[in-house]
C-alpha cells in the first residue's frame, strides 16, 4: 500500500486528512476530519488567516463549514496543531477535547508557554549555549505564540478510554515523548492509528525537553519517555498510520526499529565524543552538526540531552558541574547497550 493508497484507504472509512499551512520550517500540518457524528476535527492549524482560509476551503470541498464542526480534538500541546481552537470553538460551538493531564497547560497558555521558556533558558545556559543565542531564541519563541491559542476544554480525554464519534470507536492513548501531552487515537476496528507528531515517516520527531504538564520543574527525560511510548505503538496491528507532518504510514513497526537503531548509534557517537574529553551538551552538538542557525539550538540539544540520559541511566556516562555548567564525562564502565539495556 503507497501512502495515497492508505490516505484513500482512510477516507473510504470517513477520516479525510486536510493539510493546513504553518509559518514554521516542518511546513504543512496534517488535520484529520472525522465525517460522522459529531463532526470532528483532529488538530486545527496555527492562529493564522492563511490557515483558517485554507481550512476553510477545505472543509467546504466537503461539504462542511466551520460552523458545522462539534468536536475537536487536540493531539499534543504545540502550537501548529492547536492554534485555530478558538477561532473554532467560538464560531461552532464545538467541544474540545485533550488529554485531561494537558487541560491545565493548555487552558493557561500563554503564561506556561512563558514558564517554559524561562526554564528552557536557564537549562541552555547550564548546557554551555551561549548568552546570545539563549536570549535570541527566547524572543523568537515569544513571538511564535501568537500563532498558538488558549482553549477551553470541554471534553477531557483520559488515557484507554474508548472516545465514541459515530461509528467509530477511538481509543485514547497517551504516549509522551515528543511532547508530554502526546496522544495518539486507535482505531481497531479500521486498524488505523491517528498518531500526529508521534511518529512522523520522513523526520525523526525530536523529543523536546519540555516542562512537566503539573508545571513541576523536574526535568522529564524526554528521549527515554518517547522510547518507551514508541514501544507500545510498535505493538499496535495497524495498517495504517496518520501523522501530523509528511505522509501516511503503512509499515510503523519498521519505522520504529530504524528510529530505535538511530538513538543507538547516535548514544555511541555521542559516547566516544564523551570518552575524547568531558563536555557541555552545547559542545556536543557542535561536535556533531557544527554551528547550527540559531533557531535550531534548542532542538539539537534537546537531541543531546535526550541521548545523554540513555547513557547516564546505564551508568556510562555521569554529569559533572563545572561552576554553573554541566559536562558530561564517561565513567569507563555500566551497561553495552543503553537503549535496549533498560528494556
Ligand atoms: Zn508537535
Request: proline share 5%.
Amino acid at each position: 500500500m503507497t501512502p495515497e493508497e492508505a490516505l484513500g484507504r482512510a477516507a473510504e472509512a470517513g477520516i479525510h486528512q486536510l493539510r493546513i499551512p504553518t509559518p514554521f520550517a516542518v511546513g504543512r500540518v496534517n488535520c484529520y476530519l472525522i465525517e460522522d457524528e459529531p463532526l470532528t476535527l483532529v488538530d486545527t492549524g496555527p492562529n493564522s488567516g492563511k490557515a483558517l482560509d485554507e481550512l476553510e476551503h477545505q472543509l467546504d470541498a466537503r461539504g462542511h463549514s466551520i460552523e458545522d464542526l462539534e468536536l475537536v480534538i487536540l493531539t499534543h500541546q504545540h502550537i501548529d496543531h492547536l492554534g485555530l481552537v478558538e477561532i473554532i470553538a467560538a464560531r461552532s460551538g464545538a467541544d474540545v477535547a485533550t488529554i485531561e493531564a494537558a487541560v491545565p497547560f493548555m487552558e493557561s497558555f500563554g503564561d506556561r508557554a512563558e514558564e517554559d521558556d524561562q526554564e528552557a533558558a536557564s537549562l541552555m545556559l547550564r548546557h554551555g549555549i551561549p548568552e546570545d543565542v539563549v536570549f535570541a531564541l527566547q524572543s523568537v519563541s515569544r513571538s511564535f505564540r501568537g500563532w498558538g491559542a488558549k482553549p477551553k476544554i470541554t471534553r477531557p480525554l483520559r488515557d484507554g478510554e474508548q472516545l465514541e464519534i459515530g461509528d467509530h470507536r477511538l481509543e485514547v492513548q497517551h504516549r509522551p515523548g515528543h511532547s508530554p501531552s502526546d496522544t495518539v487515537f486507535w482505531d481497531a476496528d479500521r486498524r488505523i492509528l491517528i498518531a500526529a507528531d508521534h511518529l512522523i515517516s520522513h523526520i525523526s520527531s525530536n523529543p523536546l525537553i519540555t516542562r512537566p504538564l503539573d508545571g513541576s520543574s523536574d526535568r522529564t527525560q524526554a528521549l527515554v519517555a518517547y522510547i518507551s511510548s514508541l514501544r507500545k505503538t510498535r505493538e499496535l496491528p495497524a495498517e495504517i498510520v496518520l501523522s501530523g507532518h509528511g505522509e501516511a504510514i503503512t509499515d510503523h513497526a519498521a519505522l520504529i526499529d530504524k528510529r530505535f537503531a538511530g538513538y543507538e548509534r547516535r548514544a555511541e557517537k555521542i559516547e566516544a565524543l564523551i570518552a575524547e574529553q568531558p563536555r557541555t551538551g552545547y559542545e556536543i552538538a557542535q561536535a556533531l552538526w557544527g554551528n547550527v542557525a540559531v533557531t535550531q539550538a534548542f532542538l539539537t540539544l534537546s537531541e543531546v540531552v535526550g541521548h545523554v540520559d540513555l547513557l547516564v541511566n546505564a551508568g556510562r556516562v555521569r554529569e559533572v558541574s563545572d561552576g554553573d555548567v554541566t559536562r558530561y564525562e564517561a565513567t569507563d564502565e555500566g551497561a553495552s547497550n543503553p537503549l535496549l539495556g533498560e528494556g
